[in-house]
């Protein structure tokens, strides 16, 4: 079965500051990635997939993540946060074979955002 | 457009006491699944229906069962409810089965049992 790091279970920040949240997943031949965000007391939201293609995806809200193959990462960034976007990240991975439309989610990473 | 919509928001059981967990989409997916929610450990998927009149287990299955009742609805069911089970419940739906669809997700049932 896959496996989900998230390095950092929480990760406070200035606003306007850039932030980086990290993940890495254990290998397997094809994965899809996906970052969601969620909000206190809601579900959770799609930011942002990678299915194939360009390995620099730019999702909602102005986040982007890169996947890197060899080091089987695909880490979250956002060049200037605002108050808003403090809120929980989780990365998933789904894989190939018998378990395809399976999510496997990492911990989740808390983020906040101080003035 | 309401998406998918859990019921109830909120409940409180006492130890051995049976409740439903409903689960709706109106986005005409074929796949849903139902995850529990813990402090520290992300989403673990207790049941999943790839399509309407399946359903299998996904990695915490013990002390629920769960109907796909139609392409819309998709219940989640605590026979003898345990302490243990105390969790927020997420529903979630996606179109197929096929990995590179993103899920969609309900905003929750905050169960308690005591």
């Known amino acids: 079965a896959q496996s989900v790091t998230q390095l950092d279970s929480q990760v406070p920040v200035f606003e306007e500051a850039p932030v980086e949240l990290r993940c890495n997943y254990s290998s397997s031949v094809s994965v899809y990635l996906f970052w969601y965000v969620q909000y206190p007391n809601q579900g959770l939201q799609l930011l942002l997939k990678y299915l194939s293609g360009s390995t620099l995806v730019k999702g909602i809200n102005g986040f982007e993540a890169e996947f890197n193959k060899s080091q089987t990462s695909f880490h979250l960034r956002k060049p200037s946060v605002h108050i808003s976007d403090t809120a929980e990240y989780f990365c998933a991975v789904s894989e190939g074979g018998s378990t395809l439309g399976r999510l496997y989610f990492g911990r989740g990473t808390q983020l906040t955002v101080w003035p | 457009n309401a998406g998918v919509t859990q019921t109830p928001k909120f409940q409180v059981l006492k130890t051995g006491q049976s409740m439903t967990l409903q689960c709706a989409q109106d986005?005409?997916?074929?796949?849903m699944y139902w995850y529990r929610q813990d402090p520290g450990m992300g989403l673990r998927l207790i049941y999943y229906s790839a399509s309407e009149g399946t359903t299998d287990k996904g990695e915490v299955p013990n002390g629920y069962n769960v109907s796909r009742l139609n392409k819309r609805e998709f219940s989640l069911r605590l026979e003898s409810a345990a302490p243990s089970q105390t969790s927020v419940y997420f529903c979630?739906?996606?179109?197929?089965?096929?990995?590179?669809?993103?899920?969609?997700f309900g905003d929750g049932t905050r169960l308690s049992i005591l």
């Open positions: 986005m005409n997916h074929n796949s």
């Open positions: 979630a739906s996606s179109d197929f089965w096929t990995g590179n669809q993103p899920q969609h």
